[in-house]
Nanobody, 123 residues
Framework: QVQVAESGGGLVQPGGSLRLSCAAS????????MAWYRQAPGKEREWVAE???????RYVDSVKGRFTVSRDNVKNTMWLQMNSLKPEDTAVYYC?????????????????WGQGTQVTVSS
C-alpha cells in the first residue's frame, strides 16, 4: 500500500509565506516526477509545479519567481516553498507522485494523489 499526504497549509496574509510538504510512504520502490496542483473554489484543478527525480523543475507562469519546489529522494518527500503569496493563490493544494511500488519481479507504477491541504491568503 502507498499513501501520499500533504501538510503545511493554513491562513496567511498577502505577501506572506508558507511551506507545504508532501510525504509518500508504504511499499515504495521508486518515485518519479512529483507535482503540485491546486483547485480554487469554482475552478478546475490546475497544475502548479513539478520536479523530476533528477531535480529538474517546472512552474506555471503565475507562480514563477515566488514558489520553489524541492524534494528528498531518500525521505520520499517533496516541498513547495511559497513566498509573496497573493489572494489568488487561495486554493486546496494537492500533491501527486508517479510511484513504483512492490518488490521484484512484480511492480506497479501509477500516479498517487494526496487528499489536499487548504491554503488561504487573506487579510
Amino acid at each position: 500500500q502507498v499513501q501520499v499526504a500533504e501538510s503545511g497549509g493554513g491562513l496567511v496574509q498577502p505577501g506572506g509565506s508558507l511551506r507545504l510538504s508532501c510525504a509518500a510512504s508504504g511499499n515504495i520502490f521508486e518515485i518519479g516526477t512529483m507535482a503540485w496542483y491546486r483547485q480554487a473554489p469554482g475552478k478546475e484543478r490546475e497544475w502548479v509545479a513539478e520536479i523530476t527525480r533528477g531535480g529538474v523543475t517546472r512552474y506555471v507562469d503565475s507562480v514563477k519567481g515566488r514558489f520553489t519546489v524541492s524534494r528528498d529522494n531518500v525521505k520520499n518527500t517533496m516541498w513547495l516553498q511559497m513566498n509573496s503569496l497573493k489572494p489568488e493563490d487561495t486554493a486546496v493544494y494537492y500533491c501527486k507522485g508517479l510511484i513504483t511500488s512492490g518488490r521484484p519481479p512484480v511492480f506497479k507504477t501509477t500516479d498517487y494523489w494526496g487528499q489536499g491541504t487548504q491554503v488561504t491568503v487573506s487579510s
